[in-house]
């Protein structure tokens, strides 16, 4: 299995990015994950950035054009996503970011959070796994957030 976190992502051309990025505002999904790793009592947390579309050929454009992802069937609708993790994620959020209208904090804050990632299989500090929690929670709050705001306007732009 190839590891989609150790990839980097392709340098876009502007229209590309611009393109992408309402993608990403309309379609796409920037999450701080975490998990109970088995081996230890630890939480691990990680970067994922995800855009998912009914239309395969989209999935496939993001592929070709992006690079650094996979591709996957979302439960056993008609439905596909494309998705990148770590370092290549904060790579692609970073070229979008000036064209993103909505999840513009979201794309800040993964960012951030990608940036203090250490060296694979070195032991956080207690510190360092309190930073990760708040900025698991943070993106968790921008996402409720953004989700209100859009049922208080009725989905309509005032």
């Known amino acids: 299995m190839r590891d989609y976190n150790r990839m980097s992502c392709s340098v876009l051309e502007e229209l590309d990015r611009a393109y992408i990025a309402g993608l990403m505002d309309g379609e796409g999904c920037i999450s701080i994950t975490r998990r109970q790793r088995k081996e230890v009592s630890t939480l691990q947390y990680s970067l994922v950035v995800r855009i998912s579309n009914t239309d395969v050929k989209l999935i496939n454009y993001l592929l070709k054009v992006v690079g650094g992802g996979c591709i996957e069937t979302v439960r056993e609708k008609n439905c596909f996503s494309w998705s990148v993790t770590g370092r ?55 996402k409720s957030e953004r989700g209100s705001h859009n049922m208080e306007r009725g989905g309509v732009l005032s």
């Open 88 to 142: 290549a994620a904060s790579e692609f959020l970073s070229q979008i970011l000036p064209y993103l209208q909505s999840r513009e904090e979201e794309a800040e804050l993964a960012i951030l959070f990608q940036s203090r990632r250490g060296t694979q299989g070195r032991h956080k500090t207690v510190l360092e796994n309190e930073v990760d929690q708040i900025m698991y929670e943070r993106c968790r709050y921008i």
